[in-house]
């Protein structure tokens, strides 16, 4: 199964300001995912990532608010925006083949917003 | 109600105890269903997977899938201290542009 690095691990950001996650992937997959993991709560889907595409998102999740790129098959970043304490989380990419039935996730990088 | 409900826990067992993690859920479109198992400060591994009904073994791990129930379990066998961490359920109706729900996961301890 395909191999996942995440970056940063942790980090702790001041309200409003910006943090860019990063997804290196060791092979070429179709589908990326981004998660969000908050405590005591089921992971949730926040985008879909495809490249040569704009991303999908959930609902209740906005362009604006969590930007993602996807330059290539094995890359993809998500900024959390203007951040506030709500965004305290842990953000996970998660990569899957049309046909899978499971899917691989990085290591997640844990979010505190101050 | 929820899609997937999981009991939280904290499950505590002793070691050599057989586990036993649940599942229900309501929607009865769902025909995979996945284990997931998170260790601490990583991110969720695929532990098992079942295609509708029956059981489905992996050594000391057995997954079980009653759909007329709506309830699924994942049953640990001759548990371990390392086998402590929190196990995520995970259902969807197919592959191919289909939502993967998760449950909220169970927090499991194996004392020593």
């Known amino acids: 199964s395909a191999v996942i690095s995440q970056k940063p691990s942790r980090d702790i950001c001041q309200r409003g300001t910006s943090l860019t996650i990063q997804c290196q992937v060791d092979?070429?997959?179709?589908?990326m995912f981004w998660y969000r993991q908050q405590p005591g709560q089921s992971l949730t889907l926040i985008a879909t990532?495809?490249?040569?595409?704009?991303?999908?998102?959930e609902s209740g999740f906005v362009i604006d608010k969590f930007p993602i790129s996807r330059p290539n098959l094995t890359f993809s970043t998500l900024t959390v925006s203007n951040m506030s304490p709500e965004d305290s989380s842990i953000y996970l990419c998660?990569?899957?083949?049309?046909?899978?039935?499971?899917?691989?996730f990085g290591s997640g990088t844990r979010l505190t917003v101050v | 109600q929820k899609e997937v409900e999981q009991d939280p826990g904290p499950l505590s067992v002793p070691e050599g105890a057989i586990v036993s993690l649940n599942c229900t859920y309501s929607?009865?479109?769902?025909?995979?269903f996945m284990w997931y198992r998170q260790y601490s400060r990583k991110g969720p591994e695929l532990l098992m997977y079942?295609?509708?009904?029956g059981n489905k073994e992996d050594g000391r791990f057995t997954a079980q899938v009653d759909k007329s129930s709506k309830y699924i379990s994942l049953f640990i066998r001759d548990s371990q201290p390392s086998d402590s961490a929190t196990y995520l359920c995970?259902?969807?109706?197919?592959?191919?542009?289909?939502?993967?729900?998760f449950g909220a996961g169970t927090r499991l301890f194996v004392k020593a």
């Open positions: 998660s990569v899957g083949e049309a046909g899978g039935y499971g899917y691989t």
């Open positions: 990532a495809n490249q040569g595409s704009e991303a999908t998102y």
């Open positions: 995970a259902m969807t109706a197919g592959t191919g542009g289909f939502k993967t729900i």
């Open positions: 929607n009865s479109a769902f025909q995979y």
């Open positions: 079942t295609y509708s009904s």
């Open positions: 092979s070429q997959v179709t589908m």
